[in-house]
């Protein structure tokens, strides 16, 4: 069932026909316009992603991602299940997972457990992708040309026949995802949720789907604090001089690095997603700041 869904939905069709606006880096356009903007965004870049994230990054988003994964707790939480001798899978969503950064690592962790030898996946074919009712994770994207992407890596031979017969694929919005209530032990999302209209719709949708106890975790650009004042000005002067012209240089597609380095400007501050996370019905929501504060890991449970 997927009744507490409906709200999000009535709320994001009523806007579509309204002049309600939204920003689209520093631009404003109607919100009905945004989806559509970003999707051509990701489009443009999906050939380049991984290696323009090396370059604006310096290597560390991979450290990054590292550690994000690493806060899940995989191992913990097959200990735990092994203990209570439960037969059902953790299951792992894995949203704007687009070339499958975060959940390729996840993969790994739950084969170094040994998670995915007792799990058992049925494959079938639905709309939007190859979906298995069985997964313990699934990839989700808007952007057909990112889930694409991350598709081909999968299949590249860095992972058996087994393993991936415990992965899927799904095209969807985040703010109107097309899984049923309590279907997830773990929610992720890295460097996605500030390219979503609705934050607020897809916290909500995030909850949703979460199991009772289930849990919360966002990799995103965040902010510099202010006492850090000399690395916030050498951060702006690189993002906003450097990464665009990097994008130009190695995608030939200055304008949608621009728009990314404007929208993790106009993105919410730490303390400002907590307090979404909060109203979105999230208890115990937190963050952890990593390099200074250039991003951020927000975490919540469903209790």
Same mark, same amino acid.
């Given at each position: 069932?997927?009744?507490?869904?409906?709200?999000?939905?009535?709320?994001?069709?009523?806007?579509?026909?309204?002049?309600?606006?939204?920003?689209? %880096?520093? +631009? +404003?356009?109607?919100?009905?316009?945004?989806?559509?903007?970003?999707?051509?965004?990701?489009?443009?870049?999906?050939?380049?992603?991984?290696?323009?994230?090396?370059?604006?990054?310096?290597?560390?988003?991979?450290?990054?991602?590292?550690?994000?994964?690493?806060?899940?707790?995989?191992?913990?939480?097959?200990?735990?299940?092994?203990?209570?001798?439960?037969?059902?899978?953790?299951?792992?969503?894995?949203?704007?997972?687009?070339?499958?950064?975060?959940?390729?690592?996840?993969?790994?962790?739950?084969?170094?457990?040994?998670?995915?030898?007792?799990?058992?996946?049925?494959?079938?074919?639905?709309?939007?992708?190859?979906?298995?009712?069985?997964?313990?994770?699934?990839?989700?994207?808007?952007?057909?040309?990112?889930?694409?992407?991350?598709?081909?890596?999968?299949?590249?031979?860095?992972?058996?026949?087994?393993?991936?017969?415990?992965?899927?694929?799904?095209?969807?919005?985040?703010?109107?995802?097309?899984?049923?209530?309590?279907?997830?032990?773990?929610?992720?999302?890295?460097?996605?949720?500030?390219?979503?209209?609705?934050?607020?719709?897809?916290?909500?949708?995030?909850?949703?789907?979460?199991?009772?106890?289930?849990?919360?975790?966002?990799?995103?650009?965040?902010?510099?604090?202010?006492?850090? %004042?000399?690395?916030?000005?050498?951060?702006?002067?690189?993002?906003?001089?450097?990464?665009?012209?990097?994008?130009?240089?190695?995608?030939?597609?200055?304008?949608?690095?621009?728009?990314?380095?404007?929208?993790?400007?106009?993105?919410?501050?730490?303390?400002?997603?907590?307090?979404?996370?909060?109203?979105?019905?999230?208890?115990?929501?937190?963050?952890?700041?990593?390099?200074?504060?250039?991003?951020?890991?927000?975490?919540?449970?469903?209790?």
């Amino acid at each position: 069932m997927k009744s507490s869904q409906s709200l999000p939905r009535v709320l994001r069709v009523v806007r579509q026909f309204s002049n309600h606006t939204e920003q689209f %880096g520093y +631009k +404003k356009v109607l919100e009905g316009e945004k989806e559509g903007l970003v999707r051509g965004v990701f489009a443009s870049v999906a050939g380049n992603y991984d290696v323009m994230n090396d370059l604006m990054s310096g290597g560390m988003h991979r450290l990054w991602k590292d550690d994000f994964v690493q806060k899940i707790g995989i191992q913990a939480m097959v200990a735990a299940r092994r203990q209570t001798k439960s037969t059902e899978p953790l299951r792992f969503l894995d949203v704007a997972g687009g070339t499958g950064d975060i959940s390729f690592r996840i993969i790994k962790a739950l084969e170094k457990s040994g998670a995915l030898d007792d799990a058992v996946s049925q494959e079938t074919s639905q709309e939007g992708g190859l979906v298995r009712p069985g997964s313990v994770v699934t990839i989700s994207d808007i952007n057909p040309a990112m889930l694409e992407a991350g598709r081909k890596r999968a299949f590249d031979g860095r992972f058996s026949r087994q393993t991936l017969a415990h992965v899927g694929f799904r095209e969807a919005n985040a703010q109107t995802l097309p899984f049923e209530d309590n279907s997830f032990d773990v929610y992720t999302i890295a460097f996605g949720l500030r390219n979503v209209t609705d934050i607020d719709a897809a916290l909500v949708e995030a909850r949703r789907v979460l199991k009772p106890g289930g849990r919360f975790l966002c990799l995103e650009f965040s902010a510099i604090p202010k006492r850090f %004042g000399p690395l916030r000005q050498i951060y702006d002067a690189y993002s906003f001089a450097a990464i665009p012209i990097i994008g130009q240089v190695v995608a030939g597609d200055r304008a949608s690095y621009q728009y990314l380095v404007e929208s993790i400007r106009l993105f919410p501050k730490q303390e400002e997603l907590v307090a979404k996370l909060e109203g979105a019905g999230f208890k115990h929501a937190s963050y952890t700041n990593y390099t200074a504060g250039v991003v951020a890991v927000h975490t919540g449970f469903k209790l």
